[in-house]
């Protein structure tokens, strides 16, 4: 079992680093997230999940602690596999997530591509009480994240832009740690639909 990788970054995709680890290349997929924090040629250590099936082996890379445990929550969840669970913690940050689950925001949760009301419904139903032992998960409120989202996506639609591309651009501006105020997740939110 693989719990971690120390290695070079030989090459990056969209969802998957390849990392040269004592002269063998492993290929690790990764989210959103881990990927901001990545350049080709750095040294870098990822966290690991090791998925074993009858048919295949996967390795999943993850930059923080906090993230990879989510993850590993997610893919406890009826009808979440490693594919969906690693598209989530690419969504948002992990904390965010967090908050969303706990605070019962099902409305922030199937903003994330690829989860649906359903989905999110049934993730906050089983994971809701089973994040305490999550590293961070007490760092951001509900609340605060979810009034946050609802403000930008209220904002971009008054400057007449559609609800479902509103909800997207917030979702977006929001992944970014230097985004902490409405009227900065506001303009980035602008940035990304003027594209």
């Known amino acids: 079992m693989i719990t ?4 070079y970054v030989e090459e990056l995709e969209e969802n998957k680093a390849h990392l040269d680890v004592g002269g063998v290349g492993y290929g690790v997929e990764i989210s959103k997230q881990t990927l901001a924090h990545l350049k ?13 099936t009858d048919s295949d ?7 923080a602690k906090d993230e990879m445990q989510l993850f590993e929550k997610l ?14 913690v690419s969504g948002l940050p992990a904390d965010h997530l967090i908050g969303a ?4 925001d099902a409305a922030s949760l199937s903003r994330v591509p690829g989860i649906g009301k359903k989905t999110a419904e049934r ?4 994971l809701k ?24 996506v209220s904002a971009l639609e008054s400057l007449g832009f559609k609800k479902r591309e509103a909800e ?13 105020t409405v009227p900065a997740a506001i303009k980035k939110g602008l940035s990304l639909l003027n594209k």
């Open 101 to 104: 689950i706990k605070g019962k």
């Open 75 to 88: 893919i406890t969840v009826k009808g979440v596999g490693p594919k969906l669970g690693i598209t989530i």
């Open 168 to 180: 997207e651009a917030a979702v977006k501006a929001l992944q970014g740690d230097d985004i902490k």
């Open 129 to 152: 009480d089973k994040l305490d032992e999550v590293e961070g998960s007490g760092s951001i409120s509900k609340p605060a994240e979810s009034n946050m989202t609802d403000e930008v």
């Open 57 to 63: 082996q996967r390795l999943f890379g993850f930059y």
């Open 40 to 52: 080709k040629g750095i040294e870098v250590k990822l966290l690991i999940h090791h998925h074993i």
């Open 123 to 126: 993730i906050i139903l089983e």
């Open 4 to 7: 971690f990788l120390k290695g």
